[in-house]
C-alpha cells in the first residue's frame, strides 16, 4: 500500500469548515493519475471516471474534529468551542497550530496543575471551557498574525506505523477513507459513471454529503468511513464486536444509541451486492450494527426522492482522538471491495 499517500492525508490540516487543505492533496494525487476534479463553492471535491449509464457516488469526508477560536483576552489566551465530537478528557496537553490568516502559530492546550486541585477537583473531569490555548504571543501579536474570532484550530500528530500491520494517526477518520476513495478511483474500470465525492463538514450533521447528493442525482450512493473496532481491554466483543484486521465493516443500520434515529439502514439490496461481491472475491468483511453514529451514506440517502445507499467502514480503535489506530490489511480490503462495486453492474 502507499503509506505515503496515508500520511500525507492524514498530516494535512482540515478542521470541519476549513478542509482544503486536504482537497489540494487529493487534487494532486488524483491529477497526476489522470483523473478529473472539480470543486463546488462549499469546497467539497468531486471527481469521475467511468461513462456507463447509471451514477454510482461514493462519498469520504475531508473534514477531521478540530477547535475554533472564539475569544482572545488581554494577556493573549485563547478560549475555544468544539468542530464535531471531541471527548472533553482528551484535550488537556494536546499541541496544536492555530490557523492564523497570515502566520500559522503552535499552541498547547492549558487547563490548572493536579497540584493546585482541591480535594473534590481532582475527582471531576475538567470540561473544555475551564481549558484555554497558549502560544506564548500576546494578544497585539496574535492579532497581527491574523488570528481572531474563528480561526480553524488543528491537532499536530504525525504518523507512524504500528507492530503487526497497524498505523496509528491522526484524522483516519476519514482520510483512511479518502485514501481508498483515490486508490480505488486510480485502479478502477468502472461499469457505470463513477462519481467520488470527496464532502465537506461530515462531523457536524452530514453537511457536504447532503448538498453534493442532490448536485449529483445518482443512482446508488456508498459512503466510505470508519467505524468502532472493540478489539480491547476496555470494549466487550458484545458491545462493540468489529475486529480491527478482519476486513472492511459493511454497516447494515446505524444512527443514534437510544432508537438508531438520524442515521441510516442500508438498502438490502445494495447491501447484499456489497455481500455478494466480497465473498466471490475472497475479501473477508465484517457486519455492523452501530449505535452512537452515522456517516455521509444517511444523507446520500434521504437526497432527491431516496437514492440506495450503503456505507463501507475501516475498522478504527480510539475514534475521535488524535491517535486513531487501523489495519494497512483492513485498508487494502476496503480498496479491493470497492474496486469491485466500481466494476460490477450495480443493483440500481
Ligand atoms: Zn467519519
Given at each position: 500500500?502507499?503509506?505515503?499517500?496515508?500520511?500525507?492525508?492524514?498530516?494535512?490540516?482540515?478542521?470541519?469548515?476549513?478542509?482544503?487543505?486536504?482537497?489540494?492533496?487529493?487534487?494532486?494525487?488524483?491529477?497526476?493519475?489522470?483523473?478529473?476534479?472539480?470543486?463546488?463553492?462549499?469546497?467539497?471535491?468531486?471527481?469521475?471516471?467511468?461513462?456507463?449509464?447509471?451514477?454510482?457516488?461514493?462519498?469520504?469526508?475531508?473534514?477531521?474534529?478540530?477547535?475554533?477560536?472564539?475569544?482572545?483576552?488581554?494577556?493573549?489566551?485563547?478560549?475555544?468551542?468544539?468542530?464535531?465530537?471531541?471527548?472533553?478528557?482528551?484535550?488537556?496537553?494536546?499541541?496544536?497550530?492555530?490557523?492564523?490568516?497570515?502566520?500559522?502559530?503552535?499552541?498547547?492546550?492549558?487547563?490548572?496543575?493536579?497540584?493546585?486541585?482541591?480535594?473534590?477537583?481532582?475527582?471531576?473531569?475538567?470540561?473544555?471551557?475551564?481549558?484555554?490555548?497558549?502560544?506564548?504571543?500576546?494578544?497585539?501579536?496574535?492579532?497581527?498574525?491574523?488570528?481572531?474570532?474563528?480561526?480553524?484550530?488543528?491537532?499536530?500528530?504525525?504518523?507512524?506505523?504500528?507492530?503487526?500491520?497497524?498505523?496509528?494517526?491522526?484524522?483516519?477518520?476519514?482520510?483512511?477513507?479518502?485514501?481508498?476513495?483515490?486508490?480505488?478511483?486510480?485502479?478502477?474500470?468502472?461499469?457505470?459513471?463513477?462519481?467520488?465525492?470527496?464532502?465537506?463538514?461530515?462531523?457536524?450533521?452530514?453537511?457536504?454529503?447532503?448538498?453534493?447528493?442532490?448536485?449529483?442525482?445518482?443512482?446508488?450512493?456508498?459512503?466510505?468511513?470508519?467505524?468502532?473496532?472493540?478489539?480491547?481491554?476496555?470494549?466487550?466483543?458484545?458491545?462493540?464486536?468489529?475486529?480491527?484486521?478482519?476486513?472492511?465493516?459493511?454497516?447494515?443500520?446505524?444512527?443514534?444509541?437510544?432508537?438508531?434515529?438520524?442515521?441510516?439502514?442500508?438498502?438490502?439490496?445494495?447491501?447484499?451486492?456489497?455481500?455478494?461481491?466480497?465473498?466471490?472475491?475472497?475479501?473477508?468483511?465484517?457486519l455492523e450494527v452501530l449505535e452512537g453514529g452515522t456517516t455521509d451514506a444517511a444523507a446520500i440517502q434521504m437526497s432527491q426522492s431516496g437514492i440506495p445507499s450503503a456505507c463501507i467502514s475501516i475498522p478504527s480503535r480510539y475514534v475521535h482522538s488524535f491517535s486513531e489506530v487501523i489495519s494497512k490489511k483492513d485498508l487494502e480490503g476496503c480498496v479491493?471491495?470497492?474496486?469491485?462495486?466500481?466494476?460490477?453492474?450495480?443493483?440500481?
Amino acid at each position: 500500500m502507499d503509506l505515503e499517500l496515508l500520511r500525507r492525508l492524514s498530516e494535512a490540516h482540515g478542521v470541519t469548515g476549513s478542509e482544503y487543505g486536504v482537497a489540494a492533496v487529493i487534487k494532486e494525487e488524483l491529477q497526476v493519475s489522470g483523473v478529473r476534479t472539480y470543486e463546488d463553492k462549499f469546497g467539497n471535491l468531486f471527481a469521475e471516471k467511468g461513462s456507463g449509464g447509471r451514477t454510482l457516488m461514493v462519498a469520504a469526508h475531508t473534514d477531521e474534529i478540530g477547535l475554533i477560536v472564539k475569544h482572545i483576552d488581554e494577556k493573549g489566551f485563547i478560549r475555544f468551542a468544539k468542530l464535531g465530537g471531541i471527548a472533553d478528557q482528551i484535550l488537556p496537553a494536546q499541541r496544536v497550530l492555530i490557523h492564523g490568516m497570515k502566520k500559522k502559530v503552535q499552541g498547547v492546550i492549558g487547563c490548572k496543575a493536579v497540584h493546585v486541585m482541591k480535594d473534590e477537583e481532582r475527582k471531576q473531569l475538567v470540561t473544555y471551557d475551564r481549558m484555554f490555548i497558549d502560544t506564548g504571543a500576546t494578544k497585539e501579536q496574535l492579532e497581527g498574525y491574523g488570528v481572531r474570532v474563528g480561526t480553524p484550530i488543528t491537532f499536530i500528530r504525525g504518523l507512524t506505523e504500528l507492530e503487526n500491520d497497524l498505523v496509528v494517526g491522526k484524522a483516519m477518520d476519514d482520510r483512511a477513507g479518502c485514501y481508498v476513495l483515490i486508490e480505488a478511483l486510480k485502479k478502477a474500470n468502472p461499469e457505470n459513471k463513477v462519481v467520488a465525492v470527496f464532502t465537506v463538514q461530515e462531523e457536524v450533521g452530514l453537511r457536504g454529503a447532503t448538498m453534493s447528493a442532490n448536485a449529483v442525482k445518482p443512482d446508488i450512493g456508498i459512503a466510505i468511513d470508519t467505524t468502532i473496532a472493540g478489539d480491547h481491554p476496555e470494549l466487550s466483543e458484545q458491545d462493540a464486536p468489529v475486529r480491527l484486521g478482519k476486513g472492511p465493516t459493511i454497516v447494515v443500520a446505524d444512527g443514534r444509541k437510544d432508537s438508531l434515529g438520524g442515521g441510516m439502514i442500508a438498502n438490502p439490496l445494495v447491501r447484499g451486492w456489497l455481500m455478494e461481491l466480497a465473498e466471490k472475491s475472497g475479501i473477508p468483511y465484517q457486519l455492523e450494527v452501530l449505535e452512537g453514529g452515522t456517516t455521509d451514506a444517511a444523507a446520500i440517502q434521504m437526497s432527491q426522492s431516496g437514492i440506495p445507499s450503503a456505507c463501507i467502514s475501516i475498522p478504527s480503535r480510539y475514534v475521535h482522538s488524535f491517535s486513531e489506530v487501523i489495519s494497512k490489511k483492513d485498508l487494502e480490503g476496503c480498496v479491493e471491495l470497492l474496486v469491485k462495486a466500481m466494476e460490477s453492474k450495480t443493483p440500481f
